[in-house]
């Protein structure tokens, strides 16, 4: 089941496209590369108003030589009609529980709660499939069911019940974005577009369109990544996705859709639909597609009756022809052609980082507590909790002489008394070899590799270097915090949590909230599915597990 793609911008702060008229008129690059030429070329059929092939024997690349004019949609009505009659059909079959039909009679305070209902599925829906939404979308609401409810919680409790769902910057933005809407919009997200796009925090034009389609039927725009695709297909546009003369046509066509609709949100909604269980990435099903008929990609790919004889052939003056287009890897009539729209770019490559983590244990009398630090409000897995870690470690600092001396330099800013630094007899000893004498003082008994974890985030290839600390001695309670710096929300401090000077990967340090957890707790902490995997992988040492 596809899921609601974005770009890496959509998961910080939506789309930020701005339309031009001039979208489609030539560069002098483009000018200066396509120049009338007369070359042997073989000539394609093409159907009267359709583009136009022409295979260039020197290169044997697909030349893309059409009118600018397919990559619009001029007359949207009877597309409208038949994409509403599809989706009067299917819109019930996947049992989206935020998915209503348009209520007139609502009120403003209704309309506005139907707002916030879409904006937190839409959130969800985000880079996540839709059966995975489902049961957390059920589970926020009940949990939160207006957006009052939401502004008076905290990170803590949003990112409990958002746990498992990943990219968690966008619990944090849903929280952030509720306050402000209590705090200046008396509760009530704005009632048009422009105004939720520029003054809510996480709301770009892609959400607000959706938002403001479906809650207000106002005749705004979507542009997701199915939209993208399904309308990519119908124009035939094949140029860079990421263009801004791309985008700028999407966009035009997606106003084109919309505009003068008595149901916008119902059209935006079917446009999801189908670019999600129809228009798919591989293997769209086409002869299912309400769209078909219009389809420029399909005509392109059902064509018959190429020419075979080479001829000579004037190609079109360069101001009759489409500038925005790049050569197709196929020649038309070829089938699966679709499926090459839109263009395919190769995706950037995901930088790789090291970090050392530690699963910092502290025992006594049979109770086992872990140390967690919680991560800032901002970046990745923004507030979640996590295992001591060195971050982006590399070259000697990753030794294991230098990794063995880390839980020290790292216990040295979170507890108020830390231990003596760590002498092992033998860093690579089994766990049954007692590496310093018995102590009443606090003391790190052992530090003992667990293996790699590696997890992959959308931009960053981590690898977990994990090792297992134990600390013993100290007194029947778990170790003193630092005393905090920043003397925030002290009220709600214990003697197990307190705000602690530690120094990650920025070069000042940064307050930051660590505790003492039991390990019965752990399954329910607020930890990412990294820092699950990492526990794991030092639990399958005291369990006699090969890691």
């Known amino acids: 089941m596809a899921k609601r793609r974005v770009s890496s911008e959509d998961l910080s702060s939506d789309d930020d496209y701005t339309a031009a ?166 509760g009530r997200m704005p009632d048009n577009a422009k105004d939720m796009e520029a003054k809510i925090p996480g709301i770009g034009r892609y959400s607000a369109g959706a938002i403001c389609s479906i809650a207000y039927n106002q005749c705004v725009p979507i542009l997701d990544g199915n939209v993208n695709r399904l309308l990519s297909r119908v124009l035939a546009l094949h140029a860079s996705p990421k263009a801004k003369s791309t985008l700028d046509i999407l966009w035009a066509a997606a106003t084109s859709m919309i505009e003068g609709a008595e149901r916008p949100g119902d059209i935006n909604q079917a446009l999801i639909e189908l670019g999600s269980t129809v228009c798919k990435v591989r293997e769209p099903l086409c002869e299912q597609c309400p769209l078909k008929p219009w389809c420029n990609a399909y005509s ?85 909790y996590e295992f001591p870690t060195s971050p982006n470690v590399s070259g000697a600092s990753a030794s294991p002489s230098a990794q063995i001396k880390i839980p020290h330099t790292l216990l040295s800013t979170l507890l108020q008394s830390p231990p003596s630094p760590y002498t092992a007899i033998n860093f690579f000893a089994p766990k049954s070899q007692s590496t310093v004498p018995s102590s009443p003082e606090l003391r790190i008994s052992k530090i003992q590799p667990a293996g790699d974890v590696i997890h992959v985030f959308s931009h960053i290839k981590k690898t977990y270097r994990v090792q297992w600390v134990v600390l013993e001695g100290g007194g029947t309670e778990p170790p003193l915090l630092a005393p905090s710096i920043h003397q925030a929300n002290n009220s709600t401090k214990t003697k197990r949590e307190t705000r602690a000077n530690l120094v990650t990967d920025a070069e000042e340090p940064s ?20 820092a699950v995997k990492v526990f794991q992988k030092a639990k399958a040492l005291w369990d006699g597990r090969s890691s």
Request: a neutral charge.
């Open 21 to 186: 008229s001039t979208a489609q008129q030539p560069t002098k690059a483009h000018k200066a590369r396509r120049q009338p030429v007369k070359k042997k070329l073989k000539p394609t059929i093409s159907n009267k108003d359709g583009p136009e092939q022409l295979l260039d024997e020197e290169t044997d690349s697909q030349s893309w030589h059409h009118a600018p004019s397919i990559h619009t949609i001029s007359s949207p009505k009877p597309l409208r009609v038949s994409l509403l009659e599809w989706y009067a059909g299917v819109h019930e079959l996947r049992g989206m529980p935020w998915r209503k039909p348009y209520d007139s009679s609502l009120n403003r305070d209704g309309r506005a709660q139907r707002a916030y209902e879409v904006w937190v599925s839409e959130i969800m829906l985000q880079q996540t499939q839709v059966a995975t939404v489902i049961p957390y979308y059920n589970r926020w609401m009940e949990k939160f069911p207006t957006i009052r409810d939401l502004a008076s919680s905290d990170i803590e409790t949003v990112n409990g019940l958002w746990k498992g769902l990943g990219y968690y910057s966008r619990a944090a933005r849903l929280l952030s974005g509720a306050k402000k809407v209590v705090d200046e919009f008396n």
């Open 300 to 384: 392109l790919s059902t064509r018959e009756g190429k020419g075979n004889t080479s001829v000579e052939v004037d190609v079109p003056d360069i101001e009759e022809m489409c500038a925005t287009c790049e050569p197709l890897p196929l020649p038309d009539g070829t089938p699966g052609l679709v499926t090459a729209f839109p263009m395919k770019v190769e995706r950037k490559k995901p930088r790789e980082e090291l970090d050392i983590v530690n699963v910092i244990e502290w025992r006594y009398d049979g109770r086992r507590f872990f140390l967690l630090v919680r991560r800032p409000e901002g970046g990745l897995l923004a507030g979640l």
């Open 511 to 530: 307050p930051v909230t660590v505790k003492w957890i039991s390990i019965d707790d752990i399954a329910d902490a607020n930890i990412g599915t990294g």
